[in-house]
């Protein structure tokens, strides 16, 4: 069975960091386009990042130079390190699998874990 | 950058009655190299993950019942649910690659 969970969410201050986990089972990560998605209170969904099989790395524009995607191999586990966070960046953060590489349609994703960025 | 517009942002829909939603891209969606529309359906309930319904514009997921369906080819799509039932209460997103539309929430009348 296919399972994604994220941990790592939690209250930061403004400028601080976060690294945030999905630790997957059922498949292997690394085999897969795996993409992190975020969704701020009361608002719609929004794109982040997405790393290929091959290890390419792409990111939304609003979180390009401060957000880096990657994943473990051995843990079967991806991450998304959050640098000089920002309040526009509270939400919750879900992982998900893109079902065909080029198509990044997304048909797994993990429950989300919230992080709040606020002083 | 292609914008994803969704119609309308809420419908409210009497059980067993049909919903439709729209949703409207700025530039076509259809790829000339495979013939498909890269354009999917998500269903998301109150505080869970969303969930893949309709993929390539009208191939449903596995698992997903089949009063859902999409429609549509290159700038315009559509979701109907054929007859609505009070588990299918949600909001509903239309993508493209990294472009999610604004969602539409349905509800019962």
């Known amino acids: 069975e296919v399972q994604l969970v994220e941990s790592g969410g939690g209250l930061i201050q403004p400028g601080g960091s976060l690294r945030l986990s999905c630790a997957a089972s059922?498949?292997?990560?690394?085999?897969?386009?795996m993409s992190w998605v975020r969704q701020a209170p009361g608002k719609g969904l929004e794109w982040v990042s997405v790393?290929?099989?091959?290890?390419?790395?792409y990111y939304a524009d609003s979180v390009k130079g401060r957000f880096t995607i990657s994943r473990d191999n051995s843990k079967n586990t991806l991450y998304l390190q959050m640098n000089s966070l920002r309040a526009e960046d509270t939400a919750v953060y879900y992982c998900?699998?893109?079902?065909?590489?080029?198509?990044?349609?997304?048909?797994?994703w993990g429950q989300g874990t919230l992080v709040t960025v606020s002083s | 950058d292609i914008v994803m517009t969704q119609s309308p942002d809420s419908l409210a829909v009497s059980l067993g009655e049909r919903a439709t939603i729209n949703c409207k891209s700025s530039?076509?969606?259809?790829?000339?190299?495979?013939?498909?529309?890269?354009l999917a359906w998500y269903q998301q309930k109150p505080g869970q993950p969303p969930k893949l319904l309709i993929y390539?514009?009208?191939t449903r997921e596995s698992g997903v019942p089949d009063r859902f369906s999409g429609s549509g080819s290159g700038t315009d799509f559509t979701l109907t649910i054929s007859s609505l039932q009070a588990e299918d209460v949600a909001v509903y997103y239309c993508?493209?690659?990294?472009?999610f539309g604004q969602g539409t929430k349905v509800e019962i009348k």
């Open positions: 998900a699998r893109l079902a065909h590489s080029s198509s990044w349609f997304l048909d797994y």
């Open positions: 059922g498949f292997t990560v690394s085999s897969n386009y």
């Open positions: 790393i290929y099989s091959g290890g390419s790395t």
């Open positions: 530039q076509s969606v259809l790829y000339s190299s495979n013939n498909k529309n890269y």
């Open positions: 390539w514009a009208s």
């Open positions: 993508q493209h690659l990294e472009t």
